[in-house]
């Protein structure tokens, strides 16, 4: 699959959390690093996404806020 964003990192599945509409997936990028995202329930229930699962999270730069407090 070839995709257009830039922003690729390969990770491991550390937890799946799955809400009635959402579900928390938790990547391990190595380092002590953690990338979550926030996906449809359906969508985690469509990849089969478990703990142990070799993803790639894929950033897209319009989605990423930075803020300075």
């Known amino acids: 699959m070839q995709i257009s964003a830039r922003n690729q990192i390969p990770g ?4 799946v959390r799955p809400g009635s509409v959402m579900a928390e ?4 990028i190595g380092g002590g690093k ?3 995202s926030v996906i449809t329930k ?3 229930e469509r990849l089969g996404l ?5 993803v ?7 989605e990423v806020l ?3 407090g």
């Open 12 to 15: 491991k599945v550390s937890e």
């Open 66 to 68: 930075i803020a300075k």
């Open 56 to 62: 790639t999270a894929i950033i897209k730069s319009t």
């Open 34 to 36: 953690t990338i979550v």
């Open 42 to 44: 359906d969508s985690a």
């Open 25 to 28: 997936v938790h990547v391990d």
């Open 50 to 54: 478990k703990k142990g699962d070799q």
